[in-house]
């Protein structure tokens, strides 16, 4: 069955970088929007970025300028790079894959999901 592994995650004092990786397995990678959400304790999952089959990017405004989304088709693997990190990102990070994306920033609508990687930005 289609599995999305993330993995890069872990604890970096505020202003730092970390970078998360997702990749996946028996998805047709290529045809797919690909989008990281994150969870903080006791809040709901929201949406971070998300990146389509022809390498068009959003991201929520929070993290504009601050966090790129990437792919390699190549690798099966969608990247994301978070610089200036602030203690408000903690969270798990989750990877996502949707094959139509007619909502990029709606959970529901992604149709694989990864099990997640615990991001800790300490102040």
């Known amino acids: 069955q289609v599995q999305l592994v993330e993995s890069g995650g872990g604890l970096v004092q505020a202003g730092g970088s970390l970078r998360l990786s997702c990749i996946t397995f028996?998805?047709?990678?290529?045809?797919?929007?690909m989008g990281w959400f994150r969870q903080a304790p006791g809040k709901e999952r929201e949406f971070v970025a998300a990146?389509?089959?022809?390498?068009?990017?959003y991201y929520t405004p929070s993290v504009r300028g601050r966090f790129t989304i990437s792919r390699d088709n190549a690798k099966n693997t969608v990247y994301l790079q978070m610089n200036s990190l602030k203690p408000e990102d903690t969270g798990v990070y989750f990877c996502a894959a949707d094959l139509s994306l007619k909502s990029y920033a709606a959970a529901y609508e992604y149709d694989y999901w990864g099990q997640g990687t615990q991001v800790t930005v300490s102040s």
């Open positions: 990146i389509r089959w022809d390498d068009i990017t």
């Open positions: 028996r998805l047709s990678f290529s045809r797919y929007a």
